[in-house]
């Protein structure tokens, strides 16, 4: 069935650092991809999406390229703040929505 | 719109004890799922419903738990009796959701979840 494997956590990052956190699935039509966010004490929280090939979803100073070839779909930010600190999760829908394990970020000052 | 709202926030019982979580979903919405998160499990998908109802009951853990959605705005997940694995956030989510939809419509609004605790 359709899944989502994204890279295993924890990350910790100085302020301003670069970030990337991949993401890879599988799925046996065309899904689309997103990547949530979770604060901490909350529920999880839309940050960005793509609904096709080569789609780029941004949000926030986060970005995300779909891309098919590699099944891929690796979330970066150029420069991550501490409020950026959360976990964030891949996931993928088609016939339901399917999560990754979820990576938790850590922005130090 | 208030969100997806979830009750109780927080819940400790005992062993052996029935719980039951609420979930009222976003007013048009179509589809709602429950979710259940763990340091060791992550998210884990038990249910999801689409026009109330179940499609894929799949991830329900076993036969302890059950969920219904009488109707579009509100949905039960019951653990009967509950055990001490049982503990977890219990999250709800809902959605415009299409099967296959690949116009990016299936985006959940998840509610702030129910810390269950078994003792």
């Known amino acids: 069935g359709d899944s989502v494997t994204q890279m295993e956590g924890p990350v910790t990052l100085s302020e301003e650092a670069f970030l990337t956190i991949n993401c890879t699935y599988t799925a046996t039509g065309y899904p689309s991809l997103f990547w949530y966010v979770q604060y901490p004490g909350e529920g999880l929280q839309l940050l960005l999406k793509?609904?096709?090939?080569?789609d780029k979803g941004s949000n926030k100073g986060f970005e995300a390229t779909y891309r098919k070839e590699t099944t891929s779909f690796h979330l970066e930010k150029g420069s991550v703040q501490v409020s950026d600190s959360a976990v964030y999760f891949c996931a993928l829908t088609e016939w339901d929505m399917r999560f990754g394990a979820g990576t938790r970020l850590t922005v130090k000052p | 719109d208030a969100g997806v709202i979830q009750s109780p926030r927080h819940e400790v019982t005992e062993m052996g004890q029935e719980v039951t979580l609420r979930c009222k979903p976003i007013s048009g919405h179509n589809s709602l799922f429950w979710y259940r998160q763990t340091m060791m499990r992550g998210l884990e998908l038990l249910i999801y419903f689409n026009n109330n109802v179940p499609i894929d009951d799949s991830g329900m853990p076993e036969d302890r738990f059950s969920a219904k959605m009488p109707n579009a705005s509100f949905s039960t997940l019951k653990i009967q009796p509950s055990e001490p694995r049982d503990s977890a956030v219990y999250f709800c989510?809902?959605?415009?959701?299409?099967?296959?939809?690949?116009?990016?419509?299936?985006?959940?609004?998840f509610g702030a979840g129910s810390r269950l605790t078994v003792l």
């Open positions: 989510a809902s959605s415009s959701f299409k099967g296959g939809a690949s116009d990016g419509a299936n985006v959940l609004t």
């Open positions: 793509a609904t096709k090939a080569d």
